[in-house]
């Protein structure tokens, strides 16, 4: 069983900058394309980021990309998201997920295709 809990949430200001964090238990991280996804409320869950396996390939949704980064490091079972020039637009719960993939996305990968979830963690931007 994979377990992934997320931390970095918190309240910012428009501008700023955060970095999100997801720690995953169990085995077999390094086979694992790890994902971030956000979700505001009233809306459906949106792609952020994923990293392959190796982390050579990385993949940003249209949102955020040019204004985060995400990158993972196997010895720590660790994925980070960095994100800057925050908006009130990415207010939202952010998600990490664990999925299990023989090659590497085609394009922006579906919520539903998930193997594993985090129970989030709230991002809240002010202006």
């Known amino acids: 069983q994979v377990q992934l809990v997320e931390s970095g949430g918190g309240v910012v200001q428009a501008g700023d900058s955060l970095t999100l964090s997801c720690t995953v238990s169990?085995?077999?991280?390094?086979?694992?394309?790890m994902d971030w996804f956000r979700q505001a409320p009233g809306k459906e869950r949106e792609f952020v980021a994923a990293?392959?396996?190796?982390?050579?390939?990385?993949i940003y949704g249209n949102s955020v990309k040019g204004r985060s980064v995400i990158s993972r490091d196997n010895s720590k079972k660790r994925v980070d998201l960095q994100m800057t020039s925050l908006k009130p637009d990415d207010t939202a719960v952010y998600y990490c997920?664990?999925?299990?993939?023989?090659?590497?996305?085609?394009?922006?990968?579906?919520?539903?295709?998930?193997?594993?979830w985090g129970k989030g963690t709230l991002v809240t931007v002010s202006t």
């Open positions: 990293i392959s396996w190796s982390g050579s390939s990385t």
């Open positions: 997920a664990a999925d299990h993939v023989s090659a590497w996305y085609s394009g922006q990968p579906s919520h539903y295709g998930m193997d594993y």
């Open positions: 169990g085995r077999n991280f390094e086979s694992l394309a």
